[in-house]
């Protein structure tokens, strides 16, 4: 048994990254930690701390890519607002999954939700000038703050565990009172707590987007993987809930990344609903002249970022939307193993002592899927995270999701099926070291 690793190792590799405060560690100085300490002494890591697929591209997608390349795209600029034969799937699968009417026009391929975002965040920000402000519903993924600060927008956020269901309504307003709410953004399922926020919610989400014009972003990076209910049917109920039944104030980010395994060709689909496609803002005409938000988002801010996104990837983004919407392509299928993942180590940090953090929806428990959250009783996320290096397990405190409860948030996308009886033994020795 090599664990738990001495803590002089350990503070060495932190020492040598030139992390001041391991317990308030990002991502990738876990990652780097982990990896130093791996090297040094053989020991396997259960690595948890990173949101990466660990699955293989859907095949479909990567062969209608390599064709698209032989076909001799890759020395042609794609349309800007992309090809059409993806609109048009785009547009067929957010009726298919979701059971919305958005037109092709309105469905834009972008370099992976990342930009979607961006873009989202920038043009809000530019309809008009009260409105200056994001809102966050929180935990969320760090990133997107990050792309506030690189904006230069002023943003807020709120944990929104003590505010589900009918307290979500006062908690906004509060905020939208305010009158500088430019666009809300939130995951669903969320990441890294891995709830759903219910049509109910959603419902209180659209309609005060309405009441207090502001846009909402649903970001779907995890799209349909709420893995309680079989969502994989195309023009069927049950479909994934969405706020565009509640507002027309929305736009959508549906990313390759997770649920088709594409996260590096960085491709999505940004869907905004026919009425914000087509609508005038006074701040964007003073800006450019003219516009609706649809043809700024593209002719303006996409042109002038990266002039559309990656041909090729295109081509294999519709092959494969085009084949689940035809319903001879199970992507969900592919995917659901996070799921089986998920249950069995929640398991087995159960069995040790550990509690979920975001454990329900309301009064149904989460679905098992790409994230959890544990926390071990008498330690904080920061202080949780430093201590199961040692042991050889990594995962990244809640801390810098904008969440205010202690815990961590854990990836189930690179276990391996012999680690669970890893993960067993060694939280059994941490068992040993912290007694509850
Ligand atoms: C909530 C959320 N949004 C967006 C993304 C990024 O998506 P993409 O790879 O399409 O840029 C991620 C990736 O982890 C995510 O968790």
Known sequence: MNFPVKQEIIQQAIDELHIADFSKATIREVVAVATKVEKETGLEFIRMEMGVPGLDAAKIGVDA???????????????????????????RFIKAFIDLDISSEGCVPVVGSMQGTFMSFLVAGQCDEKKDTILFIDPGFPVQKQQAVVLGYKYESFDVYNYRGDKLKEKLESYLAEG???????????????????EHEL???????????????????????DFRRD?????QAPFQVSVGKYTDNYLLLISGSKAFSYAGERIAIAAMSDKLYHRHYPGLTQRYGSGTFGSVFIHRVFYGITAGAPHAAQYALATMLKAASDGKFDFLNDVKVYGARACKLKEIFLNHGFRIVYEYDLDEKIADGFYFTVVYPGMTGGELMAALVPYGITAISLDTTGSKQQGLRACTSFIKNHQYDLLNQRLTAFNRTYPI
């Open 65 to 91: 890519q390599i064709d698209a390349l032989n076909n001799g795209v890759a020395s042609i600029y794609p349309v800007l607002d992309g090809l059409p034969a993806l609109k048009k799937e785009a547009s």
């Open 203 to 225: 419902q209180t989400i659209g309609q005060l987007a309405n009441r207090y014009d502001t846009i909402i972003i649903e970001d779907l990076a995890y799209f349909a993987m």
């Open 231 to 235: 969502l994989s049917t195309p023009f």
């Open 180 to 198: 500088n709410i430019s666009c809300i953004i939130y995951s669903n399922p969320n990441n890294p707590a891995w709830f759903c926020l219910n």
